[in-house]
């Protein structure tokens, strides 16, 4: 296992369909987290998991995103009716409670352009 | 409120000393990162200090934290063109359990 892995690494799409994407985290972590990032920002806190269970959802989160976490492995997240202003990278990192430094691992993201 | 802030751009010459400033508002958070992201790659974790700490070497990289003015800030010694790349600095909250990121300092290293 050599670190978070995320596909597609692009994905392009015409607004209005849905699109889905999904992070594999490092095997033994039990947390994992989305993040956004658009051009020139800081990534922006989507939601995260604690094993199967979704703890937080940002307000970001509109009702047209979803993100499941069904085994406590791997994500997925599902982006409904997609809109140009959710064009963006979209980035997953995963992490273990109780860990020494408790650092976040990121993924090489996914590149998501709506047309 | 959840603002991390940082200066947008900085330009050294190659083997001059890189200051990268951060500011955070969360005084509980329990520790303090900085990440270094490349073109069209993901997050990479450079260091970290933890909140009871002041300051943290690791080779090229000295970390210095200001708990009283919430302020956080990496240098680079030596900085190499390699080192070229944009320096994110994230407070992760005891009770948030989130990562906040500020929104990035683009470093160029001129040779």
């Known amino acids: 296992d050599t670190g978070v892995s995320q596909n597609p690494r692009h994905k392009i799409t015409k607004r209005g369909q849905n699109v889905t994407f999904r992070c594999d985290p490092i095997s033994e972590h039990n947390r994992l987290y989305w993040y956004r990032q658009t051009l020139g920002q800081g990534p922006e806190f989507l939601t995260y998991?604690?094993?199967?269970?979704?703890?937080?959802k940002s307000r970001l989160l509109s009702d047209r995103f979803s993100a499941e976490r069904p085994k406590g492995s791997f994500s997925t997240l599902e982006i409904q009716r997609t809109e140009q202003g959710d064009s963006a990278m979209y980035l997953c990192?995963?992490?273990?409670?109780?860990?020494?430094?408790?650092?976040?691992?990121f993924g090489q993201g996914t590149r998501l352009t709506v047309v | 409120g959840e603002d991390v802030e940082q200066s947008l751009f900085l330009s050294v010459r190659e083997g001059d000393s890189s200051v990268i400033n951060c500011t955070y508002t969360?005084?509980?958070?329990?520790?303090l990162y900085w990440y270094k992201q490349e073109p069209g790659a993901g997050l990479q974790l450079l260091t970290y200090?933890?909140?009871?700490?002041d300051m943290k070497q690791d080779q090229r990289l000295t970390v210095l934290l200001n708990k009283k003015d919430k302020h956080l800030s990496l240098r680079i010694a030596d900085t190499q063109t390699g080192d070229s790349a944009i320096y994110f600095c994230?407070?992760?909250?005891?009770?948030?359990?989130?990562?906040?990121f500020g929104t990035g300092t683009r470093l160029k290293v001129l040779a």
């Open positions: 990192a995963s992490s273990m409670t109780g860990g020494k430094v408790g650092e976040a691992f």
């Open positions: 998991f604690q094993n199967e269970a979704q703890l937080e």
């Open positions: 994230a407070e992760f909250g005891s009770g948030t359990y989130k990562y906040i």
């Open positions: 200090i933890f909140s009871n700490m």
């Open positions: 969360d005084s509980s958070s329990t520790y």
